[in-house]
């Protein structure tokens, strides 16, 4: 039996997106594969609130993360991390000789333009990045507010965001906040299978990168910008048609909802669910403001076995997640993002209170 993947990722696709994987493949070096990937471009810039250029990589959304501060710090990287994809943001630098710092918040707490600030007004960094949305802690971070503070007194310092697990699931307004590269994936919001990574990316950016001289080769976005641009929206490596094919057909359903229609659906799901765990358990992020908009992180204040739970609910066709990394056994999650819908949060929950009895 399918289980709907009430988790943060991949989560479940629609059935006609399903089938759109299975187009017959055409050329990759032919007209009909540039028509693809340009009209895919122009609807991700509605997505992504941005004039910038779009790339795609078939890679998951890490690959472009690696790809993205290897190929743009000049000098030195501040990473701030919320949690277990922030760490691993310093991870890549450190793995890719690339010299940063590392920013870390207490688990449930921000990164803030405060922080920011402090590191940025040393003079050492020429880079920045930041999660927009933490799946570990399901914290959303105030990055427009982080861009506002680059734009006023860091003009010159490149602004990297990982949208992974809100992008298609709330606002985010890249070229209004100063982002200039902001990076996502397939397999969370925008429901789709895991297997492509996405990322809009300035000209600045570019010109930035085209200062560093080892920026490696497959995830170098430099060179990914420069063959889109003279090759008509062509990559330098084989792309996943199947999943554009399925991309070119999602955003179209994506647009026809309506984008302001598809966050308010969110919210609405993430509202009944923040709502549940409060009466029941309690948040890890304490503040309003910072809490994700595509997935809640539950304290696990009754200490259940979300194993055995998992199980009970795997016998009724539903699948939620543990905690991640240090807050595995503090915490457990559950997702709402995609395509689904409140009526079908609501069956989860039915089903969770049903288990444990509450």
């Known amino acids: 039996m399918h289980k709907k993947l009430f988790i943060p990722g991949p989560v479940d696709v629609k059935e006609d997106v399903l089938q759109k994987l299975a187009t017959q493949q055409i050329g990759h070096r032919t007209k009909e594969a540039s028509a693809l990937q340009r009209s895919i471009s122009e609807k991700l810039q509605k997505v992504f609130y941005t004039d910038n250029q779009i790339l795609l990589s078939t890679s998951s959304g890490s690959g472009l993360m690696e790809g993205a501060i290897r190929s743009f710090t000049r000098k030195r990287a501040a990473v701030f991390s919320v949690g277990a994809f922030g760490d691993r943001w310093y991870k890549m630098a450190k793995a890719n000789n690339v010299p940063a710092d590392l920013f870390k918040s207490e688990p449930g707490y921000p990164t803030t333009p405060e922080m920011v600030d402090e590191a940025l007004s040393t003079g050492k960094y020429d880079l920045i990045t930041v999660t927009h949305n933490e799946t570990s802690a399901g914290i959303m971070n105030p990055v427009g507010e982080i861009g506002a503070l680059l734009k006023e007194k860091y003009p010159d310092v490149l602004f990297l965001v990982d949208s992974v697990s809100s992008m298609g699931g709330v606002k985010i307004e890249t070229d209004a906040w100063g982002v200039d590269v902001n990076i996502t994936s397939t397999q969370k919001a925008l429901g789709l299978p895991a297997g492509m990574a996405i990322c809009s990316v300035s000209e600045r950016a570019i010109e930035a990168g085209r200062q560093v001289e080892f920026r490696g080769?497959?995830?170098?976005?430099?060179?990914?910008?420069?063959?889109?641009?003279?090759?008509?929206?062509?990559?330098?490596?084989?792309?996943?048609?199947?999943?554009?094919?399925?991309?070119?057909?999602?955003?179209?359903?994506?647009?026809?909802?309506?984008?302001?229609?598809?966050?308010?659906?969110?919210?609405?799901?993430?509202?009944?669910?923040?709502?549940?765990?409060?009466?029941?358990?309690?948040?890890?992020?304490?503040?309003?403001?910072?809490?994700?908009?595509?997935?809640?992180?539950?304290?696990?204040?009754?200490?259940?076995?979300?194993?055995?739970?998992?199980?009970?609910?795997?016998?009724?066709?539903?699948?939620?997640?543990?905690?991640?990394?240090?807050?595995?056994?503090?915490?457990?999650?559950?997702?709402?993002?995609?395509?689904?819908?409140?009526?079908?949060?609501?069956?989860?929950?039915?089903n969770i209170d049903d288990i444990l009895g509450l």
């Open 217 to 350: 080769l497959y995830l170098d976005i430099v060179d990914l910008y420069d063959t889109v641009k003279k090759k008509d929206h062509q990559y330098p490596s084989t792309p996943s048609l199947p999943h554009m094919f399925a991309l070119d057909y999602q955003l179209d359903r994506i647009l026809e909802e309506g984008l302001e229609n598809r966050y308010a659906r969110h919210k609405e799901m993430a509202e009944y669910v923040r709502a549940w765990a409060r009466k029941n358990f309690a948040l890890l992020v304490k503040e309003e403001k910072y809490l994700s908009q595509t997935l809640t992180t539950i304290m696990n204040t009754k200490e259940i076995s979300v194993g055995d739970l998992n199980k009970k609910l795997a016998e009724r066709g539903f699948m939620i997640s543990n905690g991640y990394g240090d807050l595995k056994d503090l915490t457990f999650r559950i997702s709402h993002m995609a395509d689904y819908t409140l009526d079908e949060v609501k069956d989860l929950i039915s």
